[in-house]
T-cell receptor
Framework: DMKVTQMPRYLIKRMGENVLLECGQD?????MYWYRQDPGLGLQLIYI???????SEGDIPKGYRVSRKKREHFSLILDSAKTNQTSVYFC?????????????FGEGSKLTVL | GEKVEQHESTLSVREGDSAVINCTYT??????FPWYKQEAGKGLHFVID?????DRKQSQRLIVLLDKKAKRFSLHITATQPEDSAIYFC???????????FGKGTVLLVSP
């Protein structure tokens, strides 16, 4: 069906709480990504995963960690969320490893940290 | 690391006119340049890309030009329609390297 699904779509948390953002894809893509989008900053890469348990830091990994135990599923975890982590988070996937190609994006998860 | 600058933050055109969005990049080794479209409240959607072995690519009303000497690439949307209104992002990466660096986006408004 070529779909990337993110859950939850909207989330409000208090500072210091833990956050789990989940992403699934039905295309058996090897590579998955987490980006955040902030007004005026575009998209910034947080983490990239090349396959199960093969994760690599992106440009802004501090304050985040990821988990990929199944190829179709990639989670973003914020341990003790901070107000500056309020953002829209996008998950994406692409086929292959090391071959740049089209990214398929989810609809985004809007996180507000109070 | 790579930096991608998107020169127009907003662009307003009349329906039927052409729209041009320009981007520059810094990494000489970059060789893959995709464009993505984001409609309000949605995720990004791939529209067209170009690789460094060509300097022009067209897909229907979309044309991408690449000037490797100037480290500049551009998206031309011809015969614009109101449904072209969205945020457009350019990006760049090295060949065989999954990490895309995005520009900050251009808001395109097409008025009837």
């Amino acid at each position: 069906d070529m779909k990337v699904t993110q859950m939850p779509r909207y989330l409000i948390k208090r500072m210091g709480e833990n956050v789990l953002l989940e992403c699934g894809q039905d295309m058996s893509h090897e590579t998955m990504y987490w980006y955040r989008q902030d007004p005026g900053l575009g998209l910034q890469l947080i983490y990239i995963s090349y396959d199960v348990d093969s994760n690599s830091e992106g440009d802004i990994p501090k304050g985040y960690r990821v988990s990929r135990k199944k190829r179709e599923h990639f989670s973003l975890i914020l341990d003790s969320a901070k107000t500056n982590q309020t953002s829209v988070y996008f998950c994406a996937s692409s086929p292959g490893q090391g071959n740049t190609g089209q990214l398929y994006f989810g609809e985004g998860s809007k996180l507000t940290v109070l | 690391g790579e930096k991608v600058e998107q020169h127009e933050s907003t662009l307003s055109v009349r329906e039927g006119d052409s729209a041009v969005i320009n981007c520059t990049y810094t990494d000489t080794a970059s060789s893959y340049f995709p464009w993505y479209k984001q409609e309000a409240g949605k995720g990004l959607h791939f529209v067209i890309d170009i690789r460094s072995n060509v300097d022009r690519k067209q897909s229907q009303r979309l044309i991408v030009l690449l000037d490797k000497k100037a480290k500049r690439f551009s998206l031309h949307i011809t015969a614009t329609q109101p449904e072209d209104s969205a945020i457009y992002f350019c990006a760049a990466s090295r060949s065989g390297y999954n990490k895309l660096t995005f520009g900050k986006g251009t808001v395109l408004l097409v008025s009837p």
